[in-house]
């Protein structure tokens, strides 16, 4: 069974910078293609960024473009999430997402689509 675990969330003020990891169970990391979405109290789950399984590629969503970076480590499990310039609109719950894909190699942008899911860590930035 695959697990994820998120941390590094917290309080931060605007224009700060938070790292947020993901640390994933399993031996068959490098066949997921990795994805972070957030979700704000009375909002839908939206996307922020997803990268490839072998972090050549990666895809954001225009809200974070040119702030956030997403990265990953098929050695040791791990996938990031860098967020800079953080702005009061980026509080929410971040979530760490699966999408096992053993042919394609699709970034994804809609939360259905993605097979695993961590529990989320709360990012918040105050103005």
């Known amino acids: 069974q695959v697990q994820l675990v998120e941390s590094g969330g917290g309080l931060v003020q605007a224009g700060g910078s938070l790292r947020l990891s993901c640390a994933v169970s399993g031996r068959t990391f490098s066949t997921y293609t990795m994805g972070w979405f957030r979700q704000a109290p009375g909002k839908e789950r939206e996307f922020v960024a997803a990268i490839g399984r072998s972090g050549g590629s990666t895809n954001y969503a225009d809200s974070v473009k040119g702030r956030f970076s997403i990265s990953r480590d098929n050695a040791k499990n791990m996938v990031y999430l860098q967020m800079n310039s953080l702005k009061p609109e980026d509080t929410a719950v971040y979530y760490c997402?699966?999408?096992?894909?053993?042919?394609?190699?699709?970034?994804?942008?809609?939360?259905?689509?993605?097979?695993?899911w961590g529990q989320g860590t709360q990012v918040t930035v105050s103005s």
């Open positions: 997402a699966a999408d096992e894909q053993l042919i394609w190699d699709v970034l994804h942008t809609t939360a259905s689509r993605y097979d695993y």
